[in-house]
């Protein structure tokens, strides 16, 4: 089965400059969601879109921006990268849609391989 | 605010002894428990949420809101169990958006 795609899978940048990373959701998902996870740490919530739409909102920095197409799929624009930025990007995807028989939304998160931006 | 704690950064058992990975949250309202499972190079892959009530690959996990907490157990480990394991959970009020997840517990079961 398809599964969520990221790319680049490993980034290089330099400090100041600008890094742009991609994912493509699960078809049919219309959900996406960013996480950061430095080294030795959990992954943190920084933001998600349903529908194109922002969803939901973390501790994403002032100079990171993202936007899902109408395609779904999903770009994460950094700039002004610190060392501090360092880290794996995760994206996960998932479908928004009621549970059985009348039961709440079901919102499983599939996640994608992560891309290692590192900043030197 | 939710807080999702794994008090436990590293544990390690030999093949064959059971194994438990701890886990404790902080949530107001009625939270859904996740238990997520990263092997080696590999994505991070669902293993359990509480709702489902299920075992996966012997493991099994029960809610328990009087202490907070949401513990994952196996029996018997096995040494494909050796991954890291981040505990998860999902507040009612984010209308199934973000996860927060603990600080991980990497399992290593020796032979």
């Known amino acids: 089965a398809a599964g969520v795609i990221q790319s680049p899978r490993h980034l290089i940048k330099e400090k100041r400059e600008t890094a742009t990373l991609k994912c493509y959701p699960i078809?049919?998902?219309?959900?996406v969601y960013w996480y950061q996870q430095g080294p030795g740490q959990d992954p943190q919530f920084l933001i998600s879109?349903?529908?194109?739409?922002?969803?939901d909102k973390g501790s994403i920095p002032d100079r990171f921006s993202a936007q899902q197409f109408s395609d779904y799929h999903s770009e994460l624009n950094m700039s002004s990268l610190e060392l501090g930025d360092s880290a794996l990007y995760f994206c996960?995807?998932?479908?928004?849609?009621?549970?059985?028989?009348?039961?709440?939304?079901?919102?499983?998160?599939?996640f994608g391989p992560g891309t290692r931006l590192t900043v030197t | 605010a939710q807080r999702v704690t794994q008090p436990e950064k590293l544990l390690s058992v030999f093949k064959g002894a059971p194994v438990e990975l701890k886990c404790n949250y902080s949530?107001?309202?009625?939270?859904?428990l996740f238990w997520y499972v990263q092997y080696s190079r590999q994505r991070l892959q669902l293993l359990l949420r509480h709702i489902s009530r299920e075992s996966i690959k012997g493991f099994t996990a029960d809610l328990n809101k009087g202490e907070t907490s949401f513990h994952l157990k196996k029996p018997f480990a096995q040494e494909e169990d050796s991954a890291m394991y981040y505990c998860?959970?999902?507040?009612?009020?984010?209308?199934?958006?973000?996860?927060?997840f603990g600080e991980g517990t990497q399992l290593t079961v020796n032979p």
């Open positions: 879109f349903y529908e194109k739409m922002q969803s």
């Open positions: 996960a995807s998932s479908l928004r849609r009621r549970g059985a028989q009348g039961g709440g939304p079901s919102y499983e998160q599939y």
């Open positions: 949530y107001s309202g009625s939270p859904e």
């Open positions: 998860a959970l999902r507040g009612e009020e984010t209308s199934g958006s973000r996860l927060t």
């Open positions: 078809p049919r998902h219309d959900t």
